[in-house]
């Protein structure tokens, strides 16, 4: 079975079933029982994102239904009727007299009949032999025609069923193995762990036997008796003792005793007996997890998205990328080959081939040594090692291609014997493939958002290249070394806004004494005084590589990571837009990071950070600006503060802004002032600060809300995020606060901290005035650094009708109702309420005083229905004597509220 292109079918398929050979053999003698042999060769299964994306669509499109059709209209039914009682039915058998036909002695008699009268007999000898050798289901992911395997899952099966048309009888054994590919070591990790019997690995093993039990004549004639013992009694029971003492006491004689009920259970009919000689053990690793999400993905990716079995350009396994400055020599070793492109190619008689700097070759495999064969997962090492010879600089090095790492080798210098080259080999190993990528011992990366242009070299200043954002470049093997002449300096690529940075020696990176180090750059702009400065630093980092082709990890087997990045990178994690602008620059353009131009959207010299954005600062000097932020449009005004970077010393520092637009206003008044934090982390030499507020406060509760500590007022139309901290001067102490609405007094307090946390926050009223129980709900952000208190009415009153106007009020001669449209919620505030009872049981629901129920009907209708309490958990259909029947209510609990749809 393939999956291909119908057009190009005959071109590149997708193998899904390989070809399997199954044989069937039968026999049935005369007087003897049937024979039946079933037997198979390898069954491999494969499966890939396309494959599961084309099955997708194709029964997608053979059961494709034509849902724009609307659904009829089902109008509101009439139940009149649905309260009037019914008769019982009173023809069930349990409630039938003994039928004097079949009397207890008349079946006994025929009991002791069979067992005297010896049985037919019939066919034995039936047997059916099955032999699944291997069963592979392989899981690959990929590119076209670059599949690697994912995750193999490997059984084996065989057993025997006899007389299965008597007394069925049937054993076998089944085989499991699972186990996923490790592409960086190229090798088969267990999932399901093998079994170590001392000697040998074999895979873990469960029988199945399944047995069909003959009932003898003595248990049926009990169980007969037990039966028509059972069968008189119920008989004797009136129906209408069955209506009215059917949960009594005297109910319980109607059950009859253990012996009675499990009677079989001594002789099952049918046994199933399921055995492992071994405990399962599952293996689950972090390549192993992360593996299983990527090819989640992956599907899921094709199942969703649009994906087409394609053509590829080239399929091989191997990629060889020259980064070196220089020319290399490779030659491949058997099993490996070649393209034919590159064999084409200018090569020796040796097969050694040219590759260039800056070229790339691919490097293929035998596909008989790679193809997946039965007992894949018992490899504890590869059958035939895949090696290459790599010829540099006079010196040829041979090497594994398995197993994706880092090797460090010394290459002779012909220019300076006493400087030799540092060559790194790096085995990268790709969704599909490997690509071997010859490099020196430096790279630089790129996190900034514009190109730059790197220069480095000896006596004169050399182009090296242009690094794009997120992007690695390798430095020259020629350019990495311990002269004094060697430099390295970057700046903008492609502006000439800025100047080249000054120099940084190449033997100063080499000579790192420790693991990390950091340097300031400064490209001064062409027009001084009118551009700024632009920022950044060179972060580099030391990483062990091992030594040639050993395991070991040499002082001198090391490569230099350097890192383009940004001094100061600043986060708004807060609801709202801010602008960020530096109190020395008032006079100074500020350009636009990504294209080094000037930016339109700049106003009175302050970037924009968006909600939930982040943007790095290349003009702003940790130690010689002083950061201003403006919250925008924060409850119709915007707020400024300002604060030095220098001056951030903790983690986490306060920040209040003043609001802006106001005239003498009080900086002292917590209504005037908003208070924000500012949390200042340090990695890999950038300064990364997040704008965050310690609390949002959400009111959703419809009224008007102040909080205290400190005093703030929370209106009942802003819905927005309040933000709230409970202290100016240490963000991290914890404080508790309390609440009140309108003219009720303040609650109780609470921790605002406790994450995770539901509860009422009660606000009890004036006298003769309401009392309100708020739903409260504490959260925390997905930053950490927030916790969100989420304010809800305590009781919500839900119609989830479609068509039905639903009225309910209070059980009160003063009480107003209160119309519930169809398919809408409303927030429920008790005006008669008594003392509220937090833990109320079922069973004492009846003692609720009738202050704390409701009432409800149907809009436009006079019956009322039955009150129902509503602090109790309940589920009820209260009757309505009207042609609607009834109204069913459910009190349910949601978190912080209570919640009754009705």
């Known amino acids: 079975m393939f999956a291909t292109r119908y057009k ?3 071109a590149n398929p997708q193998r899904i079933l390989d070809p399997t050979d199954l044989a069937l053999q039968f026999k049935h003698a005369v007087d003897a029982g049937q024979h039946i042999g079933v037997t198979c060769t390898d069954i491999v299964i494969t499966i890939t994102p396309s494959v599961i994306k084309l099955i997708t669509v194709t029964l997608a499109g053979l059961g494709n239904i034509n849902l724009t059709d609307e659904l009829p209209e089902i109008p509101v039914g009439v139940y009149d009727d649905l309260w009037q009682p ?41 047997m059916f032999m099955f032999d699944i050798p291997s069963v592979m289901v392989v899981i690959e992911v990929g590119e076209v025609n ?104 005297a109910s319980s004689d109607m059950i009859p005793d253990a012996a009675g009920t499990d009677v079989m259970q001594e002789s099952a009919a049918l046994q199933v007996n399921v055995k492992a000689t071994e405990p399962l053990q599952i293996t689950i690793t972090k390549t192993g997890v992360e593996l299983m999400q ?31 400055g220089l020319d290399v020599k490779i030659q491949v070793i058997t099993p490996l ?59 040829t090095i041979e090497m594994s291609l398995l197993k994706a790492e880092r090797h460090f080798y010394f290459i002779q210098n012909p220019e300076d014997v006493q400087r030799p080259y540092r060559l790194i080999v790096d085995i990268v190993a790709e969704t599909s493939y490997k690509i071997i990528h010859l490099q020196s011992s430096m790279t630089i990366t790129s996190y900034l958002l514009m190109p730059m242009e790197l220069q480095g070299g000896f006596a004169s200043v050399d182009h090296i290249g242009v690094v794009d954002p997120n992007q690695t470049i390798f430095m020259p093997i020629r350019s990495v070394q311990f002269n004094e002449k060697a430099v390295l300096a ?121 909600a939930g954005g982040s943007r790095p600062l290349y003009t702003v000097h940790p130690d010689k600006h002083r950061l201003v932020l403006r919250l925008k449009d924060y409850m119709n005004h915007d707020w400024e503060g300002d604060f030095v970077i220098s001056a951030l010393k903790d983690e986490f520092t306060p920040c209040v802004l003043s609001c802006l637009g106001l005239i003498n206003i009080d900086n002292s008044n917590a209504e005037h002032t908003v208070a924000i934090g500012i949390r200042m982390l340090k990695e890999d030499g950038t300064i ?39 202290s100016y001067s240490n963000l991290q102490e914890k404080r508790k606060i309390c609440i009140k609405t309108g003219t009720s007094e303040w609650s109780k307090k609470f921790s605002p901290d406790a994450v995770g946390s539901n509860g009422v926050v009660m606000c009890k009223g004036s006298e003769g005035e309401r009392s309100y129980d708020i739903g409260m709900q504490i959260k925390s952000s997905a930053t950490v650094v927030t916790k969100i208190v989420v304010f809800t009415p305590y009781y919500v009153l839900s119609n989830v009708s479609d068509k039905v106007a639903i009225e309910v009020k209070e059980m009160h001669e003063c009480a107003q109702w209160i119309l519930l449209e169809p398919k809408t919620t409303i927030p429920f505030w008790p005006i008669y309420s008594e003392e509220r009872k937090d833990k109320v049981k079922e069973k004492d629901k009846d003692d609720i005083p009738d202050a704390n129920r409701l009432v409800c009907r149907i809009a436009g209708t006079a019956q009322v229905s039955q009150p129902f309490c509503y602090s109790v958990l309940q589920t009820n259909l209260l009757q309505v004597r009207n042609k609607f029947g009834g109204i069913y209510v459910e009190t349910q609990v949601r978190y912080e509220l209570a919640y009754s749809p009705d």
């Open 337 to 395: 080959q070649l393209g034919e492109l590159d064999l084409t190619a200018e090569t020796d008689s040796d097969g050694i081939i040219q590759v260039k700097s800056g070229a790339s070759r691919e490097i293929f495999v035998n596909s008989k040594v790679r193809k997946i064969r039965k007992n894949a997962l018992h490899q504890t090492s590869v059958e035939q090692d895949l090696r290459m010879r790599l010829i540099v600089a006079g010196r």
């Open 146 to 249: 670059r599949f690697v395997p994912a995750f193999l899952l490997e059984a084996r099966a065989f057993g025997t069923v006899r007389d299965w048309t008597t007394r069925l009888q049937a054993k076998a054994m089944l085989y499991l193995e699972m186990g996923y590919y490790n592409t960086q070591h190229d090798i088969w990790e267990p999932v399901i762990e093998p079994i170590d019997d001392g000697r040998s690995e074999r895979p873990w093993e469960v029988s199945v036997e399944i047995i069909r039990n003959d009932i003898t004549i003595n248990e049926l004639r009990y169980a007969a008796k037990q039966g028509m013992h059972l069968q008189r009694r119920c008989s004797d029971l009136s129906t209408d003792t069955l209506n009215s003492s059917f949960n009594s006491t």
């Open 490 to 610: 970057a700046r903008p690529a492609k502006s000439e806004l800025y100047q080249q940075s000054e120099k940084i020696p190449i033997g100063d990176i080499l000579r790192m004494d420790t693991e990390e180090k950091t340097f300031l750059l400064n490209c001064e702009p062409t027009k001084l005084g009118v551009d700024p400065s632009l920022y950044y630093i060179l972060f580099c980092r030391v990483v062990h590589v091992k030594y040639e082709n050993t395991s070991k990890f040499m002082p001198n087997s090391v490569e230099y990571a350097v890192f383009l990045r940004s001094v100061i990178t600043i986060a708004n994690v807060l609801p709202y837009d801010m602008t960020v602008g530096y109190l020395d620059a008032k006079e100074t353009r500020l350009i636009r990071e990504e294209a080094m131009r000037l930016d339109p959207n700049i106003v009175d010299n302050h970037v924009p950070i968006e």
């Open 688 to 726: 990364f600060l997040t704008l965050y507020s310690p609390f949002w406060m959400l009111n959703k509760t419809g009224l008007p809300l102040s909080y205290r500590e400190p005093v703030r007022e929370h209106f009942s139309d802003f819905v927005q995020p309040l933000l709230f901290s409970t």
């Open 86 to 126: 019914e008769p019982l039915r009173d023809d069930h058998w349990f409630l039938q007299p003994p039928n004097e036909a079949q009397s207890d002695d008349k079946i006994l008699s025929v009991l002791d009949k069979a067992e005297s009268t010896p049985p037919k007999q019939l066919y034995e000898g039936d």
């Open 294 to 324: 990527s090819v989640v993905e992956l599907f899921m990716e094709a199942v969703n998205k649009d994906m087409e079995l394609q053509e590829s350009d080239s399929s091989a396994p191997y990629v060889v990328q020259n980064h070196l």
């Open 8 to 10: 190009t079918r005959s």
